[in-house]
């Protein structure tokens, strides 16, 4: 069982088939269609939610994960639509909105959307953002957003973060008093606080790459699985073997030895985006190797890999 | 401790447990109070003022709900902070005679463990704790900090076995 109610698994099933259309339509680039799919499947759980009584204990709280369940496909074609136009610091936002809809499907179902967290996932990792705005905010109390009392009392019944007949509890801050600090953190609660750069800028540069190929119909998005971060060493085409005793040729004005002599090769970032064989149509991907690409990155194929290195 | 790994053991090396000379403040509850656990708030800002990180409220609340065994205390502060982490900050807690840190040790990894339902592949958010007891032999005032993520918590519980936690003591 996946859900509390046991309405909500006929419910689920009848949404998986409009879940399976959506995603056709994502891989189609289709994203009109893709929207105007999401926005039945809010249709449909809304007209639910008044056509079953609530008699069923746990009922409403399925209806938020199906309602999360909708965020999350938004979300999704969201985020690669955002990548195909080349709109990186808005598609950021979506996947984060994305992850977030993952996180209350996990806590209260027994769902696993496993392509969708593996896929945002690896997406998350070729971004550049790596440290994050945190701030330390001093505030009168949090009121309860069920019963408007403060929700740290033992006045409150409510538990932050719990669902309680498909709403979930949280504290609304009551008079923010002031600002104690502002720190740069790799975990913050919240992702979307970033230092931002421009969309045509080289950080971008990977999904600048998945962009590209993605707008020549080179993979479909539903293949696309994970990313896979490690360090490679490669010779240094600048590196000039000289005697020790000789000037650099780097022009510090120092010995050889003293200089550039361990700089032989160099430690790069080395990424391999994985792909689902199982649904890659054939020959596509070779196709995606050979297409000219005017950043400096250099692909290759390892089975169902393509490995890129940034040059 | 013999049968420890040694990741964790290295785990062990991120808790810290401390004599205090003085702690007015839990000298007056220790005297007054009866409750298991106090959720006390701690000094913040500029100029310093006593405040409880949010989210101590849903602990205590939590301990009520899921240990109704166990007596707890929330102290009232007119502030909160809000820290805007994806860790754990549980809020300093005074323990007296009737709950043993080990005790507290496990309550709080329940409630962690609880929390991290809605983990992503990848999460491992580190975990901060604080308690302070009295030695029940020496009446010295004693410290209990920990900062690690949710494996090396529960080594130290591991490690802190009552026996163990008794020669500690």
Same mark, same amino acid.
Request: charged share 30%; glycine share 4%.
């Given at each position: 069982?996946?859900?509390?109610?046991?309405?909500?698994?006929?419910?689920?099933?009848?949404?998986?088939?409009?879940?399976?259309?959506?995603?056709?339509?994502?891989?189609?680039?289709?994203?009109?269609?893709?929207?105007?799919?999401?926005?039945?499947?809010?249709?449909?759980?809304?007209?639910?939610?008044?056509?079953?009584?609530?008699? /069923?204990?746990?009922?409403?709280?399925?209806? +938020?994960? =199906?309602?999360? @369940?909708?965020?999350? !496909?938004?979300?999704?074609? &969201?985020?690669?639509?955002?990548?195909?136009?080349?709109?990186?610091?808005?598609?950021?936002?979506?996947?984060?909105?994305?992850?977030?809809?993952?996180?209350?499907?996990?806590?209260?179902?027994?769902?696993?959307?496993?392509?969708?967290?593996?896929?945002?996932?690896?997406?998350?990792?070729?971004?550049?953002?790596?440290?994050?705005?945190?701030?330390?905010?001093?505030?009168?109390?949090?009121?309860?957003?069920?019963?408007?009392?403060?929700?740290?009392?033992?006045?409150?019944?409510?538990?932050?973060?719990?669902?309680?007949?498909?709403?979930?509890?949280?504290?609304?801050?009551?008079?923010?008093?002031?600002?104690?600090?502002?720190?740069?953190?790799?975990?913050?609660?919240?992702?979307?606080?970033?230092? /931002?750069?421009?969309?045509?800028?080289?950080? +971008?540069? =990977?999904?600048? @790459?998945?962009?590209? !190929?993605?707008?020549?119909? &080179?993979?479909?998005?539903?293949?696309?699985?994970?990313?896979?971060?490690?360090?490679?060493?490669?010779?240094?085409?600048?590196?000039?073997?000289?005697?020790?005793?000789?000037?650099?040729?780097?022009?510090?004005?120092?010995?050889?030895?003293?200089?550039?002599?361990?700089?032989?090769?160099?430690?790069?970032?080395?990424?391999?985006?994985?792909?689902?064989?199982?649904?890659?149509?054939?020959?596509?991907?070779?196709?995606?190797?050979?297409?000219?690409?005017?950043?400096?990155?250099?692909?290759?194929?390892?089975?169902?890999?393509?490995?890129?290195?940034?040059? | 401790?013999?049968?420890?790994?040694?990741?964790?053991?290295?785990?062990?090396?991120?808790?810290?447990?401390?004599?205090?000379?003085?702690?007015?403040?839990?000298?007056?509850?220790?005297?007054?109070?009866?409750?298991?656990?106090?959720?006390?708030?701690?000094?913040?800002?500029?100029?310093?003022?006593?405040?409880?990180?949010?989210?101590?409220?849903?602990?205590?609340?939590?301990?009520?709900?899921?240990?109704?065994?166990?007596?707890?205390?929330?102290?009232?502060?007119?502030?909160?902070?809000?820290?805007?982490?994806?860790?754990?900050?549980?809020?300093?807690?005074?323990?007296?005679?009737?709950?043993?840190?080990?005790?507290?040790?496990?309550?709080?990894?329940?409630?962690?463990?609880?929390?991290?339902?809605?983990?992503?592949?990848?999460?491992?958010?580190?975990?901060?704790?604080?308690?302070?007891?009295?030695?029940?032999?020496?009446?010295?005032?004693?410290?209990?900090?920990?900062?690690?993520?949710?494996?090396?918590?529960?080594?130290?519980?591991?490690?802190?076995?009552?026996?163990?936690?008794?020669?500690?003591?």
């Amino acid at each position: 069982m996946s859900f509390r109610a046991k309405t909500s698994e006929t419910l689920f099933a009848a949404l998986e088939s409009m879940t399976e259309r959506l995603l056709d339509a994502i891989d189609k680039i289709e994203f009109q269609v893709a929207k105007e799919l999401v926005e039945k499947i809010r249709e449909f759980i809304y007209q639910n939610k008044n056509l079953i009584p609530e008699r /069923e204990k746990g009922f409403l709280d399925d209806l +938020f994960v =199906l309602r999360r @369940y909708a965020d999350l !496909a938004e979300a999704h074609f &969201k985020t690669w639509k955002s990548i195909i136009n080349g709109e990186f610091t808005l598609s950021w936002i979506s996947l984060q909105d994305g992850l977030d809809a993952i996180r209350h499907i996990k806590k209260f179902s027994h769902l696993q959307p496993p392509l969708y967290e593996q896929q945002l996932l690896g997406l998350e990792k070729i971004y550049p953002y790596t440290f994050f705005a945190s701030v330390g905010l001093m505030v009168d109390c949090y009121i309860c957003n069920i019963c408007g009392f403060d929700i740290d009392s033992f006045e409150c019944p409510h538990v932050v973060d719990e669902l309680y007949n498909g709403t979930l509890a949280q504290g609304i801050p009551n008079n923010v008093t002031g600002m104690d600090h502002v720190s740069i953190v790799e975990n913050p609660k919240d992702k979307r606080c970033v230092v /931002e750069y421009e969309d045509n800028s080289e950080h +971008f540069s =990977l999904l600048q @790459y998945l962009s590209n !190929a993605l707008r020549a119909e &080179k993979f479909r998005i539903s293949s696309f699985r994970d990313v896979e971060i490690s360090k490679r060493k490669v010779f240094n085409p600048d590196y000039v073997s000289l005697g020790r005793n000789e000037k650099c040729y780097c022009g510090s004005g120092i010995k050889f030895k003293k200089c550039c002599i361990a700089e032989r090769e160099l430690v790069i970032d080395h990424f391999d985006l994985i792909f689902s064989d199982s649904l890659k149509p054939q020959g596509r991907m070779e196709e995606l190797l050979k297409a000219p690409e005017s950043l400096s990155v250099e692909s290759f194929t390892q089975g169902s890999k393509v490995s890129l290195r940034i040059l | 401790m013999s049968d420890l790994t040694h990741t964790q053991l290295e785990a062990l090396k991120e808790y810290t447990l401390e004599d205090l000379d003085c702690d007015a403040r839990f000298t007056r509850f220790i005297e007054s109070s009866r409750t298991a656990i106090a959720i006390v708030p701690e000094e913040y800002g500029e100029p310093r003022c006593f405040a409880h990180k949010a989210g101590s409220g849903s602990f205590g609340k939590w301990i009520r709900l899921h240990k109704p065994q166990i007596d707890v205390v929330i102290i009232p502060a007119h502030q909160q902070i809000e820290l805007r982490s994806s860790d754990f900050w549980l809020p300093l807690v005074y323990l007296t005679q009737d709950i043993a840190l080990p005790v507290y040790i496990n309550i709080a990894s329940d409630y962690i463990a609880e929390k991290m339902r809605n983990a992503l592949k990848g999460d491992n958010p580190t975990i901060h704790i604080k308690a302070e007891y009295q030695d029940q032999k020496s009446g010295t005032i004693k410290r209990f900090a920990f900062k690690g993520d949710h494996d090396a918590l529960k080594a130290v519980i591991k490690k802190f076995d009552i026996n163990e936690f008794m020669k500690l003591k």
